[in-house]
């Protein structure tokens, strides 16, 4: 018999590595999760279906999804008709590429910030990591750091005592490590979803910067890749 | 002739006398404005219809109204079928009321900010004031100095070192003194509108907080109120 968990946590989902390890390992430190998803636009929006096979196979309480439209800005070629790059060498120096959605993880836990003043929970899980990033600037402890102590001055749960945490476990991780660590908590990497620019029967191109980026990742942990690639 | 504005901001215009007055000063200053408004399921959605008018009175470049469904989270009266609270005594300390909606300015500023960096603009103007202010956290200083340290940190333009700052114009205001200021500036105040729970035909409570804080402004700025209250 599983005991309830004491404890709660809203978790980010993207769908994709990272996110689900984030989930996994919450879990597995005994958090009742509350999942978070976006609708907003992404041309990738396969990913919520991963999002949603994830939140069943880590065993969330709840998983909402909330629609918000990027697109009504622009300004990153996820959720605009401009060509997603391909074939990219991420080993060079390459700058904050197209890619990057304007003030994304900013407005993702905004909303995280306001569903926790909502359900009493004062610990917020993220994803992010610092290293193998694809360099945006949201994914930084820095900005962790900072949104976390905006976080604390924001709602009225703050100012009555109770104090938000926001949680990176994988901050410090290479996406081999973060792979590494998922399969060892049981999770099956063929429920996520990571590329930008799939077909339309959801399989992944194997060219953009995150299927580089995963497909190294397998490689590098020694794990095999469950990814349907379209080029195969 | 009057000569095209030279710097730009975005404006959080909610259409009540606070953002109204802010965007009268921005412009009054000389800043080409972008207005952004949220249409977050607030059962005062004739707001909306007021900070129309109150864009096209103050003259911006742009304005848009972002959706955004606040209500799925619930934890307000402002959002939900809860009583808006009436008649309450203002002078009295009485905490955080019902009507504060969960991160809401988190989540307008984290919306402001993301399209800041697609128009390519540092400067935002939000309308919040620490006096008259009815006990919301996201309207102190010090939750704004640390969202703009955030943000900051968060957005491909602050890494390529194009700063953000946050106006508070009306932070050290009374209403009074808000009132008086854009009455100075030419704003019409009946195009704005105040109330939390107005008639089905538009006319104002004369009960709730915002309200009883909106006509003692004008009592006290010695102007008269142009708003038509239901009850009279």
Not at 33 to 60: I, M, N
Not at 193 to 220: L, N, Q, V, W
Request: hydrophobic share 40%.
């Amino acid at each position: 018999m599983t005991a309830a968990p004491t404890k709660n946590g809203i978790v980010l989902l993207s769908g994709g590595i990272d996110s689900a390890t984030c989930a996994s390992i919450a879990r597995a430190e005994g958090y009742g999760l509350y999942a978070l998803s976006f609708s907003y636009g992404q041309r990738h929006r396969v990913e919520l279906e991963a999002a949603k096979r994830v939140a069943e196979a880590v065993g969330v309480v709840e998983h909402r999804i909330v629609e918000i439209d990027l697109r009504a800005f622009g300004g990153s070629s996820l959720t605009s008709l401009s060509a997603v790059p391909k074939n990219r060498d991420l080993s060079a120096e390459t700058g904050i590429p197209s890619t990057y959605v304007p003030a994304r993880n900013t407005i993702f836990l905004s909303f995280a910030l306001g569903w926790a003043e909502v359900l009493g929970i004062g610990d917020l899980f993220i994803g992010v990591n610092a290293i193998d990033y694809s360099g945006y600037p949201d994914c930084r402890p820095e900005f962790i750091n900072a949104f976390q102590e905006m976080a604390n001055l924001a709602t009225k749960a703050a100012v009555e005592g109770r104090r938000i945490v926001i949680h990176t476990p994988l901050i410090d991780l290479t996406k081999a490590a973060i792979i590494r660590t998922g399969a060892s908590l049981g999770l099956d990497y063929g429920r996520t979803h990571s590329c930008y620019d799939p077909t339309a029967d959801g399989f992944a191109c194997g060219a953009c910067d995150s299927c580089i980026i995963r497909r190294k990742g397998f490689i590098e942990a020694g794990i095999e890749d469950p990814t349907r690639y379209g080029s195969e």
